[in-house]
């Protein structure tokens, strides 16, 4: 046992090393001065008279700190070099920056939005060398520039670029570090730019052969001040391009010739930029038929600090041992529950431990898959959230046959490897160890799209972060979650105070099994709404093939096995193929959703905005049937009697915004008020344009409250 325990601890020793590992590099940023560090590179390692060749301004920033772009935005200077005298090459043989594409920086919500750079930047620029050069060719600069994070601070650096004189030979690092950097500053527009200022806000006109990429988002990056950079960009698209809605800067100036930059996010491609120069003029035809979903596409997300980092993991901790309590995990955790008891039945404290750390391990395990996941999928253009997985019909559909199955063990039906309990002592068998590390993913995979208290906040910061940021967010939440029962199984003492096995036993497994047919009840239902009745039909059907499998197997005899394995492998793949029905992100698949029975309305950022013009008090349910919290609140307090008739007496707008299936402007609205999933409630007393964002568990006196400002 001593060893199998220590193999455990090794197995989650790696699993906690490699967390802490990957979010070294990011710590390591965060202390220090100063908060770039700036070097010059070039892309010859050796330089010939009279030859122009590019350098380049490389800037690393720590965490949480930017830079910025030629044209600053609402505040800040951009970073610039000067030549110093020791140089062995004159400041107008330099030519000026080559700006890569920026990244929307916002400062201050609906206030200021700069323009500017994240982590790192290189800014190329040519030297043309002497015609008289010869030994050693020296540029000595003074780089100063204004780096900020909630604070700006003005900072310089000193910095040479030294190389031989003699025939041209090329750095590979340098020229391929800088060829990089180059791809990403904006081209010239292949097709045709205008602006119509006839009336505010103005549109941007952009006509190019063959369209826009499908779900492409645009922005304008301006060079000058005419436009307010922080205002919206509506945009419409049609078969020969797209437009833009400009909200003038208040200077009322009109100039003659718009021009800046457009950014082109376009779904699962990198971001590109192309130079415009629109004259007044027309909209072209064909470029402003359609209203396209906004989307935060090129805005930088804020990268958190060392300090708030560790917040937000003791807050994923915390959250993490509260999940245990949530609706959606309780059903699990009964198998748990029932292999602590036959764990502890054995006398051995051993049995326990290794019991905890392996359910630990499928805990820790199955979050830190997530984060990988997350992280593999997320695109700049749209917003990921929690739960994801449980807008995909296969993943349901799957989900839904294992609960199933789970309940069928409970029954008795079959058993999943030696029971502990028949060994009366000694080693925890395969299926004893391989049963808790099951047990510890299948609570993760059920509570991950729970968002109770704590983790709301923890996770809506982070989803955004570097990959260092999300892995430690996710491992702590997976830690907290497994924390009680690792206390439990490792504490001396406490897992004598488990009550002793008995015939009870039995009855209560069977018990701890209607909850989980229950819950695979509910999944079906959740199943219908993303892939419709007929994929309900076949995971029904699938179910009847697992018990035919279990059937047969019991039946003995090499042939049936198989064909029993065959049963069992049909029973889970047929009906997640027939689920398996394309459902792209839509926007107003919310609205598709409302039937009326629940709500006012369907929930709708205009709509609100026309609720609040009406001086009506405004409701919002961020929910989806696949969200146990949000089920558990709707019976508790937003269906009951007491709440409706007081919605009703004070004119109340109650909105629902269903996020069962994909929809990127609830998704955008989520991540806009620093949510990574549903439930998401929003109030919006009389007048006010901003909303409370109330807690994701809710009780009929906190809702009644709002009403009387209690």
Same mark, same amino acid.
């Given at each position: 046992?001593?060893?199998?325990?220590?193999?455990?601890?090794?197995?989650?020793?790696?699993?906690?090393?490699?967390?802490?590992?990957?979010?070294?590099?990011?710590?390591?940023?965060?202390?220090?001065?100063?908060?770039?560090?700036?070097?010059?590179?070039?892309?010859?390692?050796?330089?010939?008279?009279?030859?122009?060749?590019?350098?380049?301004?490389?800037?690393?920033?720590?965490?949480?700190?930017?830079?910025?772009?030629?044209?600053?935005?609402?505040?800040?200077?951009?970073?610039?070099?000067?030549?110093?005298?020791?140089?062995?090459?004159?400041?107008?043989?330099?030519?000026?920056?080559?700006?890569?594409?920026?990244?929307?920086?916002?400062?201050?919500?609906?206030?200021?939005?700069?323009?500017?750079?994240?982590?790192? /930047?290189?800014?190329?620029?040519?030297?043309?060398?002497?015609?008289?050069?010869?030994?050693?060719?020296?540029?000595?600069?003074?780089?100063?520039?204004?780096? @900020?994070?909630?604070?700006?601070?003005?900072?310089?650096?000193?910095?040479?670029?030294?190389?031989?004189?003699?025939?041209?030979?090329?750095?590979?690092?340098?020229?391929?570090?800088?060829?990089?950097?180059?791809?990403?500053?904006?081209?010239?527009?292949?097709?045709?730019?205008?602006?119509?200022?006839?009336?505010?806000?103005?549109?941007?006109?952009?006509?190019?052969?063959?369209?826009?990429?499908?779900?492409?988002?645009?922005?304008?990056?301006?060079?000058?001040?005419?436009?307010?950079?922080?205002?919206?960009?509506?945009?419409? /698209? %049609?078969?020969?391009?797209?437009?833009?809605?400009?909200?003038?800067?208040?200077?009322?100036?009109?100039?003659?010739?718009?021009?800046? /930059?457009?950014?082109?996010?376009?779904?699962?491609?990198?971001?590109?930029?192309?130079?415009?120069?629109?004259?007044?003029?027309?909209?072209?035809?064909?470029?402003?038929?359609?209203?396209?979903?906004?989307?935060?596409?090129?805005?930088?997300?804020?990268?958190?600090?060392?300090?708030?980092?560790?917040?937000?993991?003791?807050?994923?901790?915390?959250?993490?041992?509260?999940?245990?309590?949530?609706? @959606?995990?309780?059903?699990?955790?009964?198998?748990?529950?029932?292999?602590?008891?036959?764990?502890?039945?054995?006398?051995?404290?051993?049995?326990?431990?290794?019991?905890?750390?392996?359910?630990?391990?499928?805990?820790?395990?199955?979050?830190?898959?997530?984060?990988?996941?997350?992280?593999?999928?997320?695109?700049?253009?749209?917003?990921?959230?929690? %739960?994801?997985?449980?807008?995909?019909?296969?993943?349901?559909?799957?989900?839904?046959? /294992?609960?199933?199955?789970?309940?069928?063990?409970?029954?008795?039906?079959?058993?999943? %490897?030696?029971?502990?309990?028949?060994?009366?002592?000694?080693?925890?068998?395969?299926?004893?160890?391989?049963?808790?590390?099951?047990?510890?993913?299948? &609570?993760?995979?059920?509570? &991950?799209?729970?968002?109770?208290?704590?983790?709301?906040?923890?996770?809506?910061?982070?989803?955004?972060?570097?990959?260092?940021? !999300?892995?430690?967010?996710?491992?702590?939440?997976?830690?907290?979650?497994?924390?009680?029962?690792?206390?439990?199984?490792?504490?001396?003492?406490?897992?004598?105070?488990?009550?002793?096995?008995?015939?009870?036993?039995?009855?209560?497994?069977?018990?701890?099994?209607?909850?989980?047919?229950?819950?695979?009840?509910?999944?079906?239902? !959740?199943?219908?709404?993303?892939?419709?009745?007929?994929?309900?039909?076949?995971?029904?059907?699938?179910?009847?093939?697992?018990?035919?499998?279990?059937?047969?197997?019991?039946?003995?005899?090499?042939?049936?096995?198989?064909?029993?394995?065959? &049963?069992?492998?049909?029973?889970?793949?047929?009906?997640?193929?027939?689920?398996?029905?394309?459902?792209?992100?839509?926007?107003?698949?919310?609205?598709?959703?409302?039937?009326?029975?629940?709500?006012?309305?369907?929930?709708?950022?205009?709509?609100?905005?026309?609720?609040?013009?009406?001086?009506?008090?405004?409701?919002?349910?961020?929910?989806?049937?696949? @969200?146990?919290? @949000?089920?558990?609140?709707?019976?508790?307090?937003?269906?009951?009697?007491?709440?409706?008739?007081?919605?009703?007496?004070?004119?109340?707008?109650?909105?629902?915004?269903?996020?069962?299936?994909?929809?990127?402007?609830?998704?955008?609205?989520?991540?806009?008020?620093?949510?990574?999933?549903?439930?998401?409630?929003?109030?919006?007393?009389?007048?006010?344009?901003?909303?409370?964002?109330?807690?994701?568990?809710?009780?009929?006196?906190?809702?009644?409250?709002?009403?009387?400002?209690?």
């Amino acid at each position: 046992m001593t060893s199998l325990l220590r193999k455990l601890a090794r197995v989650l020793g790696l699993v906690t090393g490699l967390s802490l590992a990957a979010t070294a590099p990011a710590m390591a940023q965060l202390g220090g001065e100063p908060r770039a560090d700036v070097q010059l590179v070039a892309d010859q390692a050796q330089v010939a008279p009279g030859m122009t060749f590019y350098a380049a301004m490389q800037m690393d920033m720590q965490p949480g700190w930017h830079v910025y772009w030629q044209n600053a935005g609402d505040a800040g200077l951009p970073p610039r070099l000067i030549v110093e005298e020791t140089s062995s090459v004159p400041a107008d043989a330099i030519g000026e920056f080559l700006w890569p594409l920026p990244e929307l920086l916002l400062v201050a919500e609906d206030q200021i939005m700069d323009y500017g750079y994240t982590r790192r /930047v290189v800014l190329p620029f040519p030297i043309t060398v002497p015609q008289d050069a010869t030994g050693t060719f020296r540029l000595d600069v003074e780089a100063d520039y204004l780096i @900020c994070e909630t604070i700006c601070i003005p900072e310089t650096a000193f910095v040479s670029l030294i190389l031989p004189v003699g025939p041209a030979r090329e750095d590979a690092a340098g020229g391929g570090l800088i060829g990089e950097w180059i791809q990403k500053v904006p081209t010239a527009f292949a097709g045709e730019a205008a602006f119509d200022a006839s009336e505010a806000p103005w549109t941007l006109s952009l006509k190019l052969p063959g369209g826009f990429p499908d779900g492409a988002q645009i922005r304008y990056f301006p060079f000058q001040h005419e436009i307010r950079h922080v205002a919206a960009q509506p945009q419409r /698209v %049609g078969p020969e391009g797209a437009s833009l809605r400009l909200t003038p800067s208040r200077s009322g100036m009109v100039p003659e010739t718009l021009a800046g /930059v457009i950014r082109v996010d376009a779904p699962g491609a990198e971001p590109v930029g192309f130079e415009i120069f629109a004259a007044q003029g027309a909209v072209f035809p064909g470029t402003d038929d359609t209203d396209v979903v906004p989307a935060r596409a090129a805005l930088a997300p804020e990268v958190i600090g060392l300090g708030h980092l560790m917040v937000l993991a003791g807050l994923a901790l915390l959250g993490g041992v509260i999940l245990n309590l949530m609706p @959606c995990v309780l059903p699990v955790l009964s198998m748990k529950a029932i292999g602590m008891v036959q764990a502890a039945a054995t006398g051995h404290a051993g049995e326990v431990r290794a019991h905890g750390l392996w359910y630990t391990a499928g805990v820790i395990v199955s979050f830190l898959a997530l984060a990988g996941v997350i992280l593999a999928i997320r695109t700049p253009a749209e917003a990921l959230t929690l %739960g994801f997985q449980m807008q995909n019909a296969p993943t349901v559909a799957i989900l839904t046959l /294992v609960m199933f199955a789970v309940g069928l063990w409970l029954m008795g039906f079959f058993e999943l %490897g030696l029971s502990i309990q028949n060994t009366g002592s000694g080693l925890a068998s395969r299926g004893g160890a391989m049963g808790a590390f099951f047990t510890g993913v299948l &609570a993760a995979v059920v509570g &991950a799209p729970c968002v109770g208290p704590f983790l709301a906040v923890a996770l809506g910061a982070v989803m955004t972060q570097p990959a260092p940021a !999300v892995i430690a967010v996710f491992f702590a939440m997976g830690l907290g979650m497994a924390l009680p029962f690792l206390i439990l199984s490792f504490v001396p003492g406490l897992h004598r105070l488990l009550p002793k096995p008995g015939s009870w036993m039995e009855t209560l497994k069977q018990a701890f099994a209607f909850p989980m047919f229950l819950t695979a009840a509910w999944l079906l239902s !959740v199943l219908v709404s993303l892939a419709g009745a007929a994929a309900a039909g076949w995971t029904v059907a699938g179910a009847t093939a697992l018990v035919f499998a279990v059937w047969l197997a019991r039946q003995g005899g090499g042939v049936r096995r198989a064909v029993a394995a065959v &049963a069992l492998a049909a029973g889970f793949i047929y009906p997640a193929m027939q689920a398996n029905v394309p459902a792209p992100a839509v926007a107003g698949s919310g609205e598709a959703l409302f039937d009326g029975s629940y709500g006012e309305a369907a929930w709708s950022p205009e709509l609100v905005d026309s609720l609040i013009a009406e001086g009506r008090p405004v409701f919002v349910d961020f929910t989806a049937s696949w @969200c146990a919290s @949000c089920q558990v609140n709707k019976m508790t307090t937003l269906k009951t009697r007491r709440v409706r008739e007081a919605f009703e007496a004070a004119d109340v707008a109650f909105l629902v915004a269903d996020f069962t299936q994909k929809d990127p402007v609830i998704a955008a609205e989520l991540q806009r008020r620093g949510r990574a999933g549903v439930p998401m409630y929003l109030w919006y007393p009389a007048g006010e344009s901003e909303p409370q964002i109330l807690p994701e568990l809710l009780s009929q006196d906190l809702v009644l409250g709002l009403l009387t400002g209690r």
